[in-house]
């Protein structure tokens, strides 16, 4: 394998990444940048291409300006970085699992965020939106204490138990949501349920704000992330006697995929299938180890998540689609084609 | 037959009629039990009986049909799979209905009443058949893990479409939007005589399949040797479920988990036999939904808490100690 | 004709079968008689066909050509049930359902003999404590299966098969993953049936357990039959080297004279 070397310090710092992966990695780059462009040009109001990337150097005019910069790159960036964060939430759940079929809106993560946001919503209509956002993230992380508390954390049939444990709970949080949507007055539901639908509309600079911040705690949680990843790849008891603490990095992982998954979705809303379909197309793309994979998958779940949205809002206009609608469309299919492929692979 | 025998359906008839009466008695104008049973027998105050047999007994009457059918297609899916976490919710079958349900009336104007038992089949089976494809190609049908991803991913399919349609529609969701969260407010007399026949059909058709069902436990070589066509009593045994899935649905709407707590719970109380065990599902079903309905009007009366939420709020915890014990 | 109508209810006839499992040829073109009322083995190296000859002839897999004849009719004549009260089978692995006790484990073996109209009868009870009696699990009858040891959840099986009062009882290694006191119990019990007039085909993997208890034994290789006949006849060296390509000495037991195979291992 073609691997390309960097090394500073005497070697001390050293990275190495094969030629492949870089290969991946600055296509991935391009296709961000296309979509990003794409998004600011296409849409209900026109603007040219080159005038779109002349407003994002605050060179337009101003009616380009305002289109470009104010409704559509806010947008745009959300949708990138809250699919990115997905991403990586579903390749630390995948990796500490250690199943394939891993992703924070099966296993009930989503689900606990966009019933807390609605149960906000509905039994006290007053509060202000600025508190959507820690709710749902308040409603993630319990939902994943609760199956961590559940399955007890531990390894072996563990993996297998925290899967249905979580489908369980998804279901149940499901079936509470759409009972309380019934609460509400029907203009606040509908509005509740594109939001549950998982979509961007509304993004503007704040949720942009908030989205950079996740992806700055994602990238330090991302770091010290690779080790263990690529030692409980090799079993719990090779892992161990590498020196690992296996159920400490286990429950550590668990935890900050779930931070990062219900930072997402407290900012667009629970999008279905990224945090499975991003580390999977990361890994079609290049075996690489477990960093490079990291970087992998955000960047397919940054892709497919902004597609979605620039699919949704251009496919069907006026009507705009949930980019959350697009990708459970696309993804339940992908998934049910992983299922098969993986009973393949095992049995040949 | 021993006196012995006697006495488990003996207690299941008793508590099925006081969770009736209850049922009947409760709501805005509180009727004691006495003047129940006088009205139920066609006499007693005039506007007692009129209340209970107009507004009442059809909803009492729905709730019973819905939590029978369900608790009876999850101990049929139980048995037939397997797989103790088979119900009609956690397998896209209640998923299917809902969206057969929800596109039939804003995609093609289908809203006639007779139509709604018939469009819920369709769906129910669809997703049935949506799941068992991706489980069989995915070579999982022994495991209790492989069956119920591919439950989630139908589901979220399937649900992702209703929404899309309810999200282009405003009104039919407005019309849609409490029956869509499993609840029996507002269900008439039409629509239960309408739909009676299905499910009773259904329910007896789960009574005949169900001691094949027990020799189908043995494994699929032990009951072929046994002279059991095993095929075709699964195939039957699909039919009876998405009957018995369509007409719950058709009544209350997609409520999820009925079909995994009763079997369960019945489970323990008669034991593993599907023989004792379908009929024990299908009386101890009515009375789940009968009380579950009747709690739900009275906890924050005068308004009524979702017969869904309750069903969610008990099924949930039965789901979690199924894992602990069994996976 | 003449021969026909002496046919008795536990002959086994296989005539001409092959049998394909996705690219292989299985079973090819096999002709067999298993003597009624007696303990048959089939023995052969992984692979060599002998558990897809008898899932075949318990109606499992489907011939692509040749027929099965059982008590002289066709098994394309016969209904599942009609099969069913003729033929019992107890798999390789069966399921163990959750909190089944062992008495209701039994009376399934009368699923074949119960309609819709004809339901439980004394007969039936007596049919089932006998077969509990017979297999000495009746004082197990009231304990879930999960909670004995494997032996005699074995037991409990074969009770169940028995139940099921066929003349032919087939067993697909039932003897696998067996303590050896418990594997000798279990052929014991088998022999015991044959003498009392069962017809028995066993699928063995153990030969010295086929030659101590069978009557007859039939070692199959690629997809054949290659030798078949009493222990004493099929158990030779030449015999063993061709079918399990074993390098082995034949020697008779001392107290009962059945043939015991030693393999060489001097180096």
Redesign the interface.
Known sequence: MTVLRFSCLDRRVALEIPARGAAALAALGAAILALLLASLSFGSAAVGLTEALSALFGAASERADLVATEFRLPRVLTALMAGGLLALSGALLQGSTLNP?ADP??VGVSQGAGLAVISLTVLLPAAPDAWRAPAAFGGGLAVAAAILL?TGARAG?AQ??F???G??????L???T?????YGQ?SE??EA??W??GSVRSAGWDEVRLCALATGAAVLVAIPAARPLAALRLGDDLAASLGHRVAHARTALLIASVGLAAASVSVVGPV??VGLLGPHAARRLARSGPGLHLALSWSVGACLTAAADLAGRTAFGP?Q??A??VT??V???C??LL??G??RT??A | MSVRALIPPAALGLLLLSALVWHLGTGAHSVPPGAVVTALLGGGDSYDAAVIAEIRLPRALGAMLAGAALSAAGALMQGATRNPLAEPGLFGLLAGAALAVVAGQSVFGLTAPPLLPVLAAVGALAGALMVWGVTAAAGGGTGMLTPVLAGAAVTAFLAALTTLLNLIDERSFEDLRVWLSGSLAGLRLPVVTLVAPWALAGLAAALVLAPKLTVLSLGDEAAHALGVAVGRIRALTLIAVVVLTASAVALAGPLAFVGLTVPHAARLIFGTGYARLVPASIALGAVYLLAADTAGRTVIAPAEVSTGILTALVGAPVFVLLLRVRA | MAEAAQVTPGRIAVRGLSVRRGEVRALREVDLDVAPGAMTALVGRNGCGKSTLLKTIARILRPDAGRVEIGGASLDDLSPRAAAQRMALLPQSPILPEGMRVRDLVAQGRHPHRGLVRHWSPEDDAIIARAMEATDVAQFAGRPLESLSGGQRQRCWIAMTLAQETPILLLDEPTTYLDLSVQLEIMGLLARLAREGRTILVVLHELNLAAAFADRIVMMREGRIDAAGTPEEVMTAPVLARVFGLDARVIADPETGRPVCLPRTAA
């Open positions: 079929l809106a099966l559940i049939g297998t138990r899967l249905l444990t489908v369980g709970l998804a279901a149940f499901t079936a509470m759409t009972a309380l949507l019934t029907i539901a509908h349920l594109g549950l639908a279905t299938f009507v689609i949930p959350g609608l459970a469309l993804g339940a299919p998934f049910a299922m098969i993986s009973h095992e049995a």
